[in-house]
């Protein structure tokens, strides 16, 4: 009989997914709803409304005392909304107090979803017996999550590690958020393919301009392929130096599609971090994939959620 | 009569300086001598123990419950070692053993000078009451420090918060340090001064080319002397914004002799935050100068003297 549950969501963009995880980890009961992006706000909670039920209709329900979220950002965690960039209905939505409600009065803690990432990776993955990690999700965009001093490191609002927004670049392109030359306007998937293509490579019968595409091109040799993915680990190596440079770090582990390219992002990452990560105290960093895949999210929103004091469990 | 001093070593390439300070941050007994940064390593010791056997014939001196160092870095905070730039003599010289042993056998704590005068600011200075800071020293070189939480955040080897080595011009000028494009490459006051002069800036009838007269023709409406400060602003906004995206800070606060520019600098450098810190969560972030003046090296050493529990002390 299990007696520590905890119900997990994890919102994005394209689907709504759920599950009732024990402290070990283990994903005992899972729901998943798409995610109606762009309906209205009220719609998109319906959904998330729809995955709790389902979750509360398993006879483990009773054992369930808290509800952890990891959403897609950005959130504010003290004030409990959020404000998700692809998600237009959403906006400061109240989610901890709709879901607390939807939860018949649970407890319910909520990050982001690269802090959520990271918690799941120090639970069950890579970043696991390091006090001090820095974890990357390398996808559409480019987010991420910190432990620092054995803990994880949300910040007030819950949106620390935001990697994919700091500038390496500062005369660098604009990108979308404001500032020029951010890692994410250098190393997310659209724009390893967007520069690609831009320099002359051309996809394949099938069509496919992914950066998967253009990984498979650069392990075929293309020089133009490579050179991107190259572009993409020098930004990536700058930003990972610059946060182990500032916080102390001894893994960044990364995460995401482009994670998938393998040694075609990995083996000039490692050799741009050399360059950039020059002072004694960050020289030692080492960069390691993410181990925890499709689960991720909902691993690292039980991780998130609140734990019960100790005296009560045992109440 | 007080019970509970400690005394505070602040070690730099120049000089020594000691200080016995009380727990409200009062500066009581003072020692000082020249660091002779050029001679051997056990010549320089010879002086540190000189400021402490000053220190020792106060008739505080048994008040005194622990010893706090801030060194010029880097530092290794976890060995007890130091290793500073500008003492060639010391090179993982093994100072907390060293000064324990001065100190009759009193704890002993280390942390590096940024980390140092962050935690004067926090105690004493502009980042009193914010759990949540980044303090800067601009002179000859770029250093800093953290509070996250409330808390000093010095990182395993003592050394986080080094926001000048943080590349933010990744093809950038090669540094020093190894890197490219760090932040004071383009901020510290000798590279101010050498990239108004390399523009065409000149020195007046004083033949002064330091960062000062840089600032001063500036104020006087020099074009070439205004831009070169710009630059540096935009090099510190590209890095202080980077630092608020990763751990979430509420304020930066800037001190050091570069700071001492006023609004040539300030004005620059609140214009270019609004440009790369533009998340939601990192907007309201403001920028303040430096309170604690000389002084902070001493104040951010005594405030990183272990603490005595308090039923030790009430016994």
Redesign the interface.
Known sequence: MHTDLVAALDIGGTKIAGALVDDSGHLLVRAQRPTPAHEDGETVMRAVEAVLEELAASPLWPAVGAVGIGSAG?V?ASAGTV?PVNVPGWRDYPLVARVRRAAGGLPVGLVGDGVAMTAAEHWQGAARGY??ALCLVVSTGVGGG?V?GGRL?T???G?????G???????GDPCP?????CVERIASGPNIARRAFDNGWRPGPDGDTSAAAVAASARGGDTIATASFERAA??LA?GI???A????IDIAVIGGGVAGAGEVLFTPLRRALR???????VRHLTVAPALTGTDAGLLGAAAAAPRRPAVAAAG
């Open positions: 950005p504010d404000s006090d001090n910190l620092l490191h910040g007030p609002s949106n620390a590690g935001h990697i927004h700091i500038s390496v670049d500062l005369d958020c404001g500032a020029r030359g020098q930004a700058a130096a610059a946060t440079t500032l916080v102390e360059e950039y990560a020059t002072l004694s105290f």
